[in-house]
Structure formats: structure tokens, C-alpha cells
């Protein structure tokens, strides 16, 4: 069965940059026609597509957020990344990372990433 | 771009109650449409895409039903574990993949 784990550090300080990891077990990255993603939530609110990539090519970014996230995908480990530079503390929530193509059918747990000084 | 928007915000239902939930998109989406729900704590879960194609394991109490832009889901006999939010969201012409605001459907 597929799983998905996000991990990082749940601090960061404004202005500086946010690094999360998904780990995918059950399945391979480079098989398939998945694209991975990340969504987040701040808390409280709704659910916003951050960027997706598939396992090869060039990966695709909310418009709103296309100037400070890179998301890069390694096949070889299974592993998928996304990095969120400049934050502030609008950027605090919950970051899931999810399996999809059309629609998101697989997701991780989810982690809460505060951005405080 | 098309904006998903969502109604109510908040739904009261009784346990054993019926509640139907609605999803408009701001430009014709087709049939290109899927519900999660979410529970407290808990990361979302695939419901139903395509409209109406129920997920792996999702009770047959819950119906989508729509094409364009008008959508509904409709959940029959609420059970207690059904009090969640559900959000919409549409694949039509991605990126970007867009969700609605979310409709919390609580105990009446």
C-alpha cells in the first residue's frame, strides 16, 4: 500500500527558507503517470495546491507562490522535496504531500510548519 | 482560471439526516470534479471523482452528481463518523489544481 511522509523542521524564521522531504514507500516515483505534490493548510482554512512534479521533466507551481517554491524529485530514493524561500508567517500550516494525477488519491499525514521568530 | 466556490459554509444535519452540498465552478469544468473529506486532525481523503465514481471503500450514502459548472454531493443517512468538512476540487485544464473553500457539515 502507498505512503506518504512528509518530515522537516515544524520552526522556521521569517524570511528564511522552508525544506520539507516526502518520502514515498509502497510505490516507485519513477513508475506510473503520478505526478507528486505538495498541498498545505493553514490552520483553520482551506486546502492550497503548492506545486506538483512528475518524475521527470519540469514540475508545475501555483501562480501565487511560483517565485519562492522549487519542488525537485529524486527516483532513484523515492523521495520528492519542496523548498519555500522568503517566508513569512503567512506561510504557517499544515504541508501534506500527495500522490495524483487528475485528482489527489493517496496523501501523507501532513506537517505543521510555524513560522516564528 | 477557474474559482471553485462552495455552500453552505456550514451545514446542520441530525445523525440519520440527509445532506446535499454544492460546488459551483466559475467556468465550465465538464465532468472534471472530486470531493475529500476531512476529518479533525486528519489529512484529506478521496471521496468521489469524475463527478460521480465513488473511491475505494467509500460508502454508496454518498452520491456526487453534475457536469459544467452546478455539482453536488449528497450524503443520505448521516452517519456519525460523516461530520467532517468536504471540499471540491476540480482538474479541468490543470495546473493549477484548485479546491473549494470547504463545507463544514456538523451535528444539528
Redesign the interface.
Known amino acids: 500500500q502507498l505512503q506518504l511522509q512528509e518530515s522537516g523542521p515544524g520552526l522556521v524564521k521569517p524570511s528564511e527558507t522552508l525544506s520539507l522531504i516526502c518520502t514515498v514507500s509502497g510505490g516507485s516515483i519513477g513508475s506510473g503517470r503520478y505526478y507528486w505534490?505538495w498541498?498545505r493548510q493553514p490552520p483553520g482554512k482551506?486546502?492550497?495546491?503548492i506545486g506538483?512534479t512528475y518524475h521527470s521533466g519540469s514540475p508545475?507551481?501555483?501562480?501565487s507562490l511560483t517565485t519562492r517554491a522549487t519542488i525537485s524529485v529524486d527516483p532513484a530514493t523515492n523521495h520528492f522535496s519542496l523548498k519555500l524561500k522568503f517566508v513569512t508567517v503567512a506561510d504557517t500550516a499544515i504541508y501534506?504531500c500527495a500522490r495524483?494525477f487528475?485528482?489527489?488519491?493517496s496523501?501523507?499525514?501532513?506537517i505543521l510548519v510555524t513560522v516564528s521568530s | 482560471?477557474e474559482v471553485m466556490t462552495q455552500s453552505p459554509v456550514i451545514l446542520s444535519v441530525s445523525p440519520g439526516g440527509r445532506a446535499t452540498l454544492s460546488c459551483r465552478a466559475s467556468q465550465n469544468i465538464g465532468s472534471?470534479l472530486?470531493w475529500?473529506q476531512q476529518k479533525p486532525g486528519?489529512?484529506?481523503?478521496?471521496l468521489i471523482?469524475d463527478v460521480s465514481t465513488r473511491?475505494t471503500g467509500v460508502p454508496a450514502r454518498f452520491t456526487g452528481r453534475g457536469s459544467g459548472t452546478e455539482f453536488t454531493l449528497t450524503i443520505s443517512s448521516l452517519q456519525s463518523e460523516d461530520f467532517a468538512v468536504y471540499?471540491c476540487?476540480h482538474?479541468n485544464n490543470?495546473?493549477?489544481?484548485?479546491?473549494?473553500?470547504?463545507t463544514k457539515v456538523e451535528v444539528k
Request: net charge negative; no cysteine.
Open positions: 505534490g498541498v482551506g486546502l492550497e495546491w506538483s508545475y507551481y501555483n501562480p501534506y495524483h487528475d485528482w489527489f488519491d496523501w501523507g499525514r501532513g | 482560471e472534471n472530486a475529500y486528519q489529512s484529506p481523503r478521496l471523482y473511491a471540499y476540487q482538474y490543470w495546473p493549477p489544481w484548485t479546491f473549494g473553500p470547504g
